[in-house]
């Protein structure tokens, strides 16, 4: 016996123990690609919230959550005299083209991302 569960549902399973391991963005972002998926493979999936918690992480950006795995070929962009921004950008989409050879990556509003864990 399944039961069909909103957004709302969705955030308040997580309890005082898992409420800050996603933003509220996250959450969202995280709901909409599960929902996603369960349309896309026509699997209905289990609420797990411990599961859910394991499997994905929030970062602050790609390159914080390429960072946390401390690869060795760790990908670095930009020339000496770039503008800082440039620097930043090129280095952030090289972290997320890293992180999507490897897993998933969901964005998340605000420049954050969510990836599941490897």
Request: charged share 35%.
């Amino acid at each position: 016996m399944k039961q069909t569960i909103g957004f709302n549902q969705f955030c308040d399973a997580f309890s005082d123990t898992y409420k800050n391991n996603f933003s509220y963005a996250g959450k969202r972002a995280l709901f909409d690609y599960l929902e996603d998926y369960e349309d896309s493979t026509d699997e209905e999936l289990e609420l797990d919230i411990v599961g859910i918690c394991c499997e994905y992480t929030e970062y602050e950006s790609a390159w914080d959550a390429m960072e946390a795995y401390e690869p060795e070929d760790m990908p670095v962009e930009g020339e000496a005299g770039d503008d800082l921004p440039t620097i930043q950008e090129k280095n952030e989409k090289a972290a997320r083209e890293w992180l999507e050879e490897r897993t998933t990556v969901i964005d998340v509003e605000g420049g954050r991302v969510i990836i599941a864990n490897f």
